[in-house]
Structure formats: structure tokens, C-alpha cells
């Protein structure tokens, strides 16, 4: 694959990325417990918006969920396991910059906006 077809392939992923996090978003809504539904939210995130290299000679991106299926699929646990980790990663810094906002919500008094 060729470097225009490379960035063109993740246009469309993330264009229809964006489109099920609006649909997602939608769908958690009606959740009454904001912590749960901010937690989904960025569970959802995290999954379809953090990639990992899949060469080691270059920088070739994909996403991590896609790889580590793929890898654990045909037996390279090994990578799969890195592909998980950084999904973990990605969703404990979502938790961070959720805890953080709600700390600096209270600081500045904007309990519900």
C-alpha cells in the first residue's frame, strides 16, 4: 500500500470512528449516572481511536483492537497482549482527564453545565 492509499484507508476509518462515537454518544444519553456513562464513553474512545505500529521498520499505524484480534487470532499473543496494553493505557488516560475535570468542575462551582 502506498502512502496516499495509507492516509486516504485511515480517513475512512476515522470518519466512520467519529460517526459511531456520535452514535454511541447518543445512545449513553439517557444514562442517569454520569460517571458510568463518562466511563463508556471513553471505554468506546479508547477502542476505536488508539492505534499501534504494525511494522518494525516503519511507522505504519492501525488500530490496536483490529491488531491485537488479528495477532491473538493467528497466535502472536505476545503482540496482542501489547495491543491490549495500549488500549488500557489510552483508557486510564481518559479516566485521568475525566478526573480532572470533574476536580476542576467542583473548583470553579460548575457542578452541572
Not at 44 to 72: E, K, Q, R, S
Amino acid at each position: 500500500m502506498d502512502l496516499s492509499g495509507y492516509v486516504i484507508a485511515w480517513l475512512v476509518y476515522l470518519l466512520a470512528a467519529i460517526g459511531l462515537v456520535i452514535v454511541f454518544w447518543r445512545i449513553t444519553g439517557n444514562i442517569t449516572w454520569r460517571r458510568t456513562r463518562r466511563s463508556l464513553r471513553a471505554v468506546a474512545a479508547a477502542v476505536l481511536f488508539t492505534p499501534i505500529n504494525v511494522d518494525h521498520d516503519g511507522l505504519w499505524l492501525a488500530p490496536a483492537y483490529l491488531v491485537g484480534l488479528y495477532d491473538w487470532i493467528l497466535g502472536h499473543h505476545d503482540k496482542a497482549a501489547e495491543a491490549g496494553a495500549y488500549m488500557l493505557y489510552a483508557f486510564a488516560l481518559m479516566i485521568v482527564v475525566i478526573l480532572l475535570e470533574s476536580v476542576l468542575r467542583r473548583l470553579l462551582g460548575m457542578e452541572r453545565a
